[in-house]
Each structure stands twice: as C-alpha cells, then as structure tokens.
Nanobody, 126 residues
Framework: QVQLVESGGGLVQPGGSLRLSCAAS????????TGWFRQAPGKEREGVSY??????????YYAESVKGRFAISRDNAKNTVYLQLNSLKPEDTAVYYC?????????????????WGQGIQVTVSS
C-alpha cells in the first residue's frame, strides 16, 4: 500500500522547535522529490520546502518565509524525509502536509505531486 504518514506535530511556544517526519511505505521515497506544504486557517495551501530525489542530487529549496529557520533532510535507510522547524512564530501555525512526486520544474506546483500525506497540525502559541 502506497502511503505517506506525517508525525511530530503539536503545540509549541514561539521560538521553539519541532521536527516533522514524513514516512513512506509501498515505494522508495528517495526516487521522488518530496515537498512540505502548509495550510493555515482561511488561507490557501502553500509550499514550505522541497528536497529533490536522490537521482536529482537531493537539492533543497525553501520558501522565503522559512529560509534560515527550517531545514529539510532525508534518511533513505528509514524511507523518511524530515522537516526541522526552528525559531517558530505564531504565523507558522498550520496543517503541514508532505507530498512526493516526479517533479521536473517548479516544486510549488501542487498538481505535480503523486502522493500526499494526511496532514499534521502545528500550533505555535504561548
């Protein structure tokens, strides 16, 4: 069964950190580009970060709003992609989704992704 499962979300105070995990089953995640997206209440889902497939060099990309605070990485042995969230702000509050796809161009184009996780809540509040 092909599946992506996110974990690691929760409630954190401003300035705190979380590490989100995106674990794949039924396929080799490193064969695909993997993106993290988020959707805040009343807003459209937006791209947060992306790591290209291992064959694509594992290049990483970040939205300007998270650059320098978030870090994406792969653990191919665990078939998992991580998103480290540091220096969290209340505006980072959202449901976070991971997605995998054979991305040839702009990683922000959500229709390019083949598989999506169910999403996980991240709440930044004091």
């Amino acid at each position: 069964q092909v599946q992506l499962v996110e974990s690691g979300g929760g409630l954190v105070q401003p300035g705190g950190s979380l590490r989100l995990s995106c674990a794949a089953s039924g396929f080799r995640l490193d064969y695909y580009g993997t993106g993290w997206f988020r959707q805040a209440p009343g807003k459209e889902r937006e791209g947060v970060s992306y790591v290209s497939s291992s064959g694509g060099g594992g290049r990483t990309y970040y939205a300007e709003s998270v650059k320098g605070r978030f870090a994406i990485s792969r653990d191919n042995a665990k078939n998992t992609v991580y998103l480290q969230l540091n220096s969290l702000k209340p505006e980072d509050t959202a449901v976070y989704y991971c997605a995998a796809g054979r991305i040839d161009g702009d990683w922000n184009i959500q229709n390019e992704y083949d598989y999506w996780g169910q999403g996980i809540q991240v709440t930044v509040s004091s």
